[in-house]
């Protein structure tokens, strides 16, 4: 007698089983560098909290769920990290904000296809309890350098703003009329969603409803006064990080909870499964859950379709200094990335603290993130030319002449 494994599952060992590793030592090192904690949750939940978290007309919860009764109750394998993280952030009376890396296998009982398994690795960040758009952008850049870190190239990054329910009531109907003329043109499931889910019309793969949707109003131009202007600001923000990105009207997300930002990181090889990382902003999740009201974002990277598009070798992570960079008000913030950027190009870490925020607190999150360094630039920086840099040890601080910075920070 034979046995094999389930089909859509592997046997990981020798040199993929050091790649995957290469990659997860690696998250660890730099989002703990960047103040995340890692969190485990048990391998399964009650499989209510994913009909209510991701959304019962999705597919995943449909379809795609594990599900199994023990003792009369209903249990299912983890499908996705948010849901678990927000449980458990709320079960345990944890304190904001918060922020979490999870490195953990999911479950989905999808067709197997290239890169994509049954029970396939997810690395996730999520940030809880920050409303500006400064922090949609932070972890869209958190997701790029990481990405540059481990050596992963030739990804791009579509962006969307998928509003709030108040756009959405309005741009429903909007988009409704539209489609009333279309209806017998659009495939099978396409109607489904229109009537229990219309936003994720969009996520269908059909041509035919394509080429309607192409033309079909968007949720990007229906959005209300304060998700249009938040949108407007991730954008800006962007922008200063110098961050590329196209903007995909299209682009909703499969899952219910978004709101506002959405984004993907896509790679160019990977054909129809190309997402490499998938994530946004959640705001509504944790009061759904039976939590506070609590703004949150985050992202999730499937390590093992981005390993496909990378050389054999996961460049190994080196111990690095962690740096941070007091923005003393917003219009330091292109001054504080280029300080960043030095920094950056020596071989450490940077962060940057929200320029919104007050001092105290941005020198609290350089404490949180163990930071060796703090550097501080303001308008009395600014008239001496120098930078402030406080020894977070010693707690000594000096003043360095601008231009001598540079060649102060020691190479890695
Ligand atoms: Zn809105
Ligand atoms: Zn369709």
Redesign the pocket.
């Given at each position: 007698m034979s046995y094999q494994r389930p089909k859509g599952h592997r046997d990981l060992f020798g040199k993929e089983l050091k790649r995957v590793e290469a990659m997860n030592a690696a998250a660890r090192g730099f989002f703990g560098q960047h103040g995340y904690e890692e969190i485990k949750t048990p391998t399964f939940e009650f499989a209510a909290l994913f009909d209510r978290s991701i959304g019962e007309t999705t597919d995943i919860v449909e379809h795609e769920i594990y599900k199994f009764e023990v003792n009369k109750k209903l249990y299912a394998l983890k499908p996705e990290g948010t849901a678990s993280v927000l449980r458990a952030f709320i079960e345990n009376k944890l304190s904001l904000p918060a922020r979490f890396l999870y490195i953990w296998n999911m479950y989905r009982r999808e067709r197997p296809q290239k890169g994509r398994y049954r029970e396939f690795l997810q690395i996730g960040i999520e940030l809880l309890g920050e409303s500006k758009p400064f922090y949609d952008a932070e972890i869209i850049d958190q997701g790029k350098r990481y990405l540059e870190l481990i050596g992963a190239k030739d990804y791009y990054i579509e962006l969307n703003s998928i509003g709030c329910p108040q756009c959405r009531k309005a741009y429903q109907e909007k988009l409704k009329t539209y489609l009333e003329q279309q209806l017998t043109h659009?495939?099978a499931?396409?109607r489904r969603r229109l009537e229990r889910n219309f936003l994720r019309?969009f996520d269908?793969k059909?041509e035919?409803?394509q080429a309607i949707y192409d033309k079909a109003p968007k949720i990007t131009d229906n959005l209300c006064g304060e998700c249009s202007e938040h949108y407007k600001q991730v954008k800006c923000y962007l922008a200063i990080f110098g961050i590329e990105y196209t903007e995909n009207k299209k682009l909703v997300r499969g899952l219910d909870y978004y709101t506002r930002t959405v984004f993907e990181f896509k790679h160019g090889e990977l054909g129809a499964q190309d997402t490499i990382i998938a994530g946004g902003r959640y705001d509504l999740l944790m009061r759904e859950l039976g939590g506070p009201d609590t703004p949150c974002t985050g992202w999730a990277m499937g390590p093992e379709r981005l390993l496909l598009t990378m050389p054999d070798e996961v460049p190994k992570l080196q111990p690095r200094q962690v740096y941070f960079v007091v923005a003393m008000g917003e219009k330091y913030l292109q001054k504080i990335i280029s300080i960043r950027d030095g920094i950056q190009a020596k071989g450490h870490i940077c962060m940057l603290g929200n320029p919104d925020d007050p001092i105290k607190q941005q020198i609290k999150r350089a404490n949180k993130a163990a930071a060796a360094y703090t550097i501080i630039y303001g308008e009395d920086e600014e008239k001496e030319g120098v930078y402030a840099v406080k020894d977070m040890k010693t707690g000594e601080q000096k003043k360095i002449p601008a231009e001598k910075f540079n060649s102060q920070i020691p190479q890695l």
């Amino acid at each position: 007698m034979s046995y094999q494994r389930p089909k859509g599952h592997r046997d990981l060992f020798g040199k993929e089983l050091k790649r995957v590793e290469a990659m997860n030592a690696a998250a660890r090192g730099f989002f703990g560098q960047h103040g995340y904690e890692e969190i485990k949750t048990p391998t399964f939940e009650f499989a209510a909290l994913f009909d209510r978290s991701i959304g019962e007309t999705t597919d995943i919860v449909e379809h795609e769920i594990y599900k199994f009764e023990v003792n009369k109750k209903l249990y299912a394998l983890k499908p996705e990290g948010t849901a678990s993280v927000l449980r458990a952030f709320i079960e345990n009376k944890l304190s904001l904000p918060a922020r979490f890396l999870y490195i953990w296998n999911m479950y989905r009982r999808e067709r197997p296809q290239k890169g994509r398994y049954r029970e396939f690795l997810q690395i996730g960040i999520e940030l809880l309890g920050e409303s500006k758009p400064f922090y949609d952008a932070e972890i869209i850049d958190q997701g790029k350098r990481y990405l540059e870190l481990i050596g992963a190239k030739d990804y791009y990054i579509e962006l969307n703003s998928i509003g709030c329910p108040q756009c959405r009531k309005a741009y429903q109907e909007k988009l409704k009329t539209y489609l009333e003329q279309q209806l017998t043109h659009l495939c099978a499931d396409c109607r489904r969603r229109l009537e229990r889910n219309f936003l994720r019309i969009f996520d269908c793969k059909k041509e035919g409803c394509q080429a309607i949707y192409d033309k079909a109003p968007k949720i990007t131009d229906n959005l209300c006064g304060e998700c249009s202007e938040h949108y407007k600001q991730v954008k800006c923000y962007l922008a200063i990080f110098g961050i590329e990105y196209t903007e995909n009207k299209k682009l909703v997300r499969g899952l219910d909870y978004y709101t506002r930002t959405v984004f993907e990181f896509k790679h160019g090889e990977l054909g129809a499964q190309d997402t490499i990382i998938a994530g946004g902003r959640y705001d509504l999740l944790m009061r759904e859950l039976g939590g506070p009201d609590t703004p949150c974002t985050g992202w999730a990277m499937g390590p093992e379709r981005l390993l496909l598009t990378m050389p054999d070798e996961v460049p190994k992570l080196q111990p690095r200094q962690v740096y941070f960079v007091v923005a003393m008000g917003e219009k330091y913030l292109q001054k504080i990335i280029s300080i960043r950027d030095g920094i950056q190009a020596k071989g450490h870490i940077c962060m940057l603290g929200n320029p919104d925020d007050p001092i105290k607190q941005q020198i609290k999150r350089a404490n949180k993130a163990a930071a060796a360094y703090t550097i501080i630039y303001g308008e009395d920086e600014e008239k001496e030319g120098v930078y402030a840099v406080k020894d977070m040890k010693t707690g000594e601080q000096k003043k360095i002449p601008a231009e001598k910075f540079n060649s102060q920070i020691p190479q890695l």
